[in-house]
């Protein structure tokens, strides 16, 4: 237990577990699934990705891993039910560096290639209040994230309003409201 300590202390990422289901099948619509999860105990059949890499950096790597190229590759590679380490460790992967590019389709927003996909992958994997301190750890804590998970939560409000003209559906009028408040809090209006 002393070794599991000491080394999960080594790892950067303290508000959450990257990892993936190792039982799968090539006939699997999907071979590889891939998936932060809040630190707490895991089984055998989700090892632990374990990396240096910053929080935003581990997320961009979640995308790698769930890409459909890679699962592609993987898919070829797996014989039995079992998607084994030494699989995951000899498919090819973007090395971290790569993120630090500009974004080729943000033209003119100066986002690098990391804050382009962590942003919607955080969008994509804090879907509870539990992942809410990933989302801290990514400096996304101005709170629109949680905005958007409490308007995630409510049905109805996601459809076009036709009473709220120029605005297409309820939620989004609330997050222009929130940023709009969230700009005056900031600049102290």
Not at 23 to 51: E, K
Not at 58 to 70: D, G, P
Request: aromatic share 8%; charged share 20%.
């Amino acid at each position: 237990m002393k070794d599991v300590t000491v080394e999960l202390q080594t790892h950067t990422a303290t508000t959450h577990f990257l990892v993936y289901n190792d039982v799968t099948s090539p006939t699997n619509q999907r071979t590889m699934i891939a998936a932060c999860l809040p630190r707490a105990g895991v089984v055998n059949s989700a090892p632990i990705v374990m990396t240096d890499c910053t929080v935003r950096k581990q997320l961009c790597l979640l995308a790698n891993l769930n890409s459909f190229i890679w699962d592609d590759v993987v898919r070829q590679k797996v014989g039995n039910l079992h998607l084994n380490f030494f699989i995951v460790e000899q498919v090819p992967t973007l090395l971290p560096d790569r993120y630090d590019e500009p974004c080729p389709w943000s033209k003119g927003q100066g986002k690098t290639l990391e804050a382009w996909i962590a942003e919607r992958v955080l969008k994509l994997t804090c879907t509870a209040e539990d992942m809410l301190p990933l989302a801290d750890a990514c400096g996304f804590a101005d709170g629109s994230l949680k905005a958007e998970y409490v308007l995630s939560t409510f049905k109805g409000i996601h459809d076009d309003n036709p009473l709220l003209s120029g605005h297409p559906s309820t939620a989004k009028f609330i997050m222009e409201l929130y940023d709009r408040y969230a700009k005056q809090m900031a600049s102290g209006e």
